[in-house]
């Protein structure tokens, strides 16, 4: 039988996928047998497990903080909000239903029932299960309701930690007013308490300590110092809103990423930040960068209607025509054909859009969903390597072009054995080079040879394949007259930040009491 540990917060972003992350890391260096779990999560970024089923990012990366192969039942309810107040439900890896909250609530039984069955799994396979909450625990108009947090530790037998951002001020008065406002059964719950994002002497919190330990009964079981220099994957979009620019600011490369408005997997790009500087554009900026990016989204209609709006179809075209570098990533791929067309009304409520017309390609809407771990051979300028990703999609598309991939498994554009697009077009300019400050013309006429590449996919993540990022990046520095990378920059970056964070929560926390 495994043990349960549950981490809840005060508020949303207080801290919870990060405990969980390095306790999952922590317990799995000490030889434990670990799984994560978040019974339910509403997120557009999601993975696929080893089922060939859908869950949130946070618990597929927390699983390989454990160490342990991504399931299904580490998040057996996932919400993908589409809009109007409507999610995509996802139940054990599968898509369930689209439903509103009024249907969704209406539904509870069923839903804690699929969430029983995943923690009976969890029980017998495992020595520790380390949960997630979700938002504040103790949301007081959403209790009833609420099966995202303390329902689901009484439901396990789980000992739960509350943590709380301190860099947001008000700390004691929101661990005291949690807990107050808990039900006393689920009060009883909490065994201990965690401040997270600490700057500066951990002696001046002593008083409060105490006094808050005084008052609840309830331990502080450590002090999780702030350190910018960890590198964790972001689950939540807002979280774009601070990190706009990243990566390495001295680079020569630019890499710019249209922030969709209903942007998904963003992570993605994440590999990228070793050898380019990285930058999330809106719709009304301009592509300033090299190499511009466009991501996945959950409404490829949708956005290609706000690219019209804004005229970023337009700048789109000025940027290939001017030898840029395109790159489209699932939802971006699919805006980057003749047509979109969506008779069932599956992504919204426009049936047929134009797209950008860079691939003579058309994606059909209303299939069902592709959720496949996938691999293949892409070759590309006489290179060939192996690449694997991750598909995610609802959408057929048919291509007259040159694929991008020959897949070995996966569902690729049609389940015909091809995934994605190339297109690289040749720009034969006029130039004329004036020498002598004008006195005399030389070379007049000249024909200089430039190219656009134009690469769409289906495969998330393929910019973890370092070979094909690295050709991607190559690309700018030969154009600028830089030294091609050779070697994978990004390497085991995770794998570094997870071994940090552990010894940061080993050092800063009470695991022997939490064990």
């Given amino acids: 039988m495994a043990k349960f540990i549950m981490v809840v917060g005060t508020s949303s972003n207080s801290g919870k996928t990060v405990m969980v992350s390095g306790l999952c890391r922590a317990l799995a260096n000490r030889g434990y047998k670990v799984a994560p779990f978040k019974s339910q999560n509403m997120s557009l970024n999601s993975r696929v497990a080893k089922e060939d089923g859908e869950i949130a990012v946070a618990q597929y990366t927390q699983s390989l903080a454990a160490k ?110 949690t807990v107050e406002l808990l039900p006393k059964k689920w009060r009883k719950l909490i065994k201990g308490f965690v401040i997270n994002k600490f700057r500066g002497n951990i002696d001046v919190l002593k008083n409060g300590f105490e006094k808050i330990e005084e008052l609840t009964n309830i331990p502080v ?141 058309e994606t059909h809407f209303g299939n069902e969903k592709a959720i496949k771990n996938s691999e293949g051979i892409l070759e590309v300028d006489g290179l060939k390597f192996k690449v694997s990703g991750y598909e995610l999609h609802e959408g057929i598309t048919i291509s007259n072009e040159k694929p991008l991939i020959k897949l070995i498994k996966g569902f690729g554009n049609d389940g015909n054995g091809f995934d994605g697009a190339i297109k690289i077009i040749e720009h034969k300019k006029d130039k004329k080079e004036d020498a002598n400050h004008g006195n005399n013309t030389i070379n007049d006429n000249t024909n200089i040879i430039d190219k656009s590449y134009i690469f769409g996919t289906y495969l998330h993540g393929i910019l973890d394949n370092y070979q094909f990022r690295n050709y991607l990046v190559n690309l700018v520095r030969v154009k600028k007259g830089l030294n091609p990378i050779t070697t994978d920059n990004y390497g085991n970056t995770f794998e570094e930040n997870m071994d940090k964070l552990a010894k940061i929560i080993e050092e800063n926390i009470d695991l022997e009491k939490i064990i």
């Fill in 68 to 177: 342990t192969e991504p399931s299904i039942h580490f998040n057996p309810v996932l919400l993908k909000p589409k809009g109007n107040f409507t999610s995509q439900v996802i139940v054990q890896g599968k898509p369930y239903k689209n439903m509103d909250y009024n249907e969704y609530r209406k539904n509870k039984a069923y839903f804690l029932n699929k969430i029983k069955e995943s923690l009976d799994y969890l029980d017998k396979n495992y020595d520790y299960v380390v949960m997630e909450g979700a938002g504040s625990c103790c949301e007081i108009n959403l209790l009833d309701d609420d099966i995202a947090n303390l329902r689901i530790a009484e439901m396990s037998n789980a000992n739960a930690i509350l943590i709380s951002d301190i860099d947001r001020g008000g700390v004691f008065a929101s661990i005291y007013g």
């Fill in 221 to 361: 079981l450590g002090v999780i110092p702030y350190d910018d220099s960890l590198i964790l994957p972001e689950e939540d979009s807002q979280a774009l809103q601070n990190r706009r620019v990243f990566g390495d600011i001295k680079s020569s490369v630019e890499v710019d990423v249209l922030k969709f408005s209903k942007i998904s997997n963003f992570t993605d790009v994440d590999t990228l930040s070793k050898d380019a500087v990285v930058k999330f554009i809106d719709f009304k900026d301009d592509i300033t960068g090299d190499i511009l990016i466009l991501p996945g989204t959950r409404c490829s209609t949708v956005e290609m209607q706000l690219m019209k709006k804004y005229g970023m179809n337009k700048k789109i075209l000025e940027f290939v025509k001017n030898g840029g570098i395109v790159l489209g990533i699932c939802g971006g791929y699919q805006t980057m054909g003749v047509k979109l067309i969506d008779e069932e009304n599956t992504e919204g409520n426009i049936k047929s859009i134009e797209g950008l017309g860079l691939f003579d390609m």
